[in-house]
């Protein structure tokens, strides 16, 4: 069974389009994160929720919008699509998010190409 | 500066070799250290969490130097299956939830 699932898996889009990434966890987790890991590797956060409460809301652009319609989904919505979206997208979740020493556990990953 | 540095290599290594691997942080407040790993084309998994006393996994043990602000991990008796990016996590919320912070990856090759 999946623990950290993300639809879809590649995304393939112009510049300038709106679009998704749902993510579910079967973990029972409260807390879940989204991170972006751009062309050289890096990885950083962008948003975490707790109870479908924001937590952490990294210098993204506004663009960027998260929603968490239950604790198990946090899904991600990008309006108008550039060429420095082009990255892997990765939905993560942890048990309760306040743990220091809390594993962080990650989806498979969306692969985001923008042309 | 980076928050988290790491060498990001390649280290070409032979299987039965031992390789260490080091990172340096800049937030002092930072409370909780760890080691990823990330196979390519894959997603992060947690390797080891990092003790400030040092901890050891089998073939992989972890230290913390608080004071230099350093982290290292120590792979002995590599295979081939531990080809893989090695990432330096760190914690640096200051409130009860974790914000980790990534270092780029040091890239690891275990050849025959």
């Known amino acids: 069974d999946t623990a950290v699932s993300q639809t879809p898996k590649y995304l393939v889009t112009q510049m300038g389009n709106d679009k998704s990434i749902k993510c579910e966890q079967n973990?029972?987790?409260?807390?879940m994160y989204w991170y972006k890991q751009d062309s050289k590797k890096f990885l950083k956060i962008m948003f975490s929720y707790n109870n479908k409460e924001l937590i952490i809301n990294e210098t993204v652009p506004n663009r960027f919008s998260p929603k968490s319609p239950d604790k198990a989904h946090l899904n991600l919505h990008i309006n108008s699509l550039e060429l420095g979206d082009s990255a892997v997208y990765f939905c993560?979740?942890?048990?309760?998010?306040?743990?220091?020493?809390?594993?962080?556990?990650f989806g498979p990953g969306t692969r985001l190409l923008v042309l | 500066r980076k928050e988290v540095e790491q060498d990001p290599g390649p280290f070409n290594v032979p299987e039965g070799a031992t390789v260490a691997f080091n990172c340096t942080y800049s937030?002092?407040?930072?409370?909780?250290f760890f080691w990823y790993r990330q196979d390519c084309r894959k997603e992060p998994k947690l390797l080891m969490s990092v003790y400030s006393s040092g901890n050891e996994d089998g073939r992989f043990t972890a230290q913390l130097n608080r004071a230099s602000q350093y982290i290292s991990l120590l792979i002995r008796d590599s295979k081939l299956s531990d080809s893989a990016t090695y990432l330096c996590v760190v914690n640096s919320a200051n409130t009860g939830f974790q914000k980790l912070v990534f270092g780029t990856g040091t890239r690891l090759l275990v050849s025959p």
């Open positions: 993560a979740s942890s048990k309760d998010g306040g743990g220091i020493q809390e594993t962080q556990y």
């Open positions: 973990l029972g987790h409260d807390t």
């Open positions: 937030n002092s407040a930072s409370q909780s």
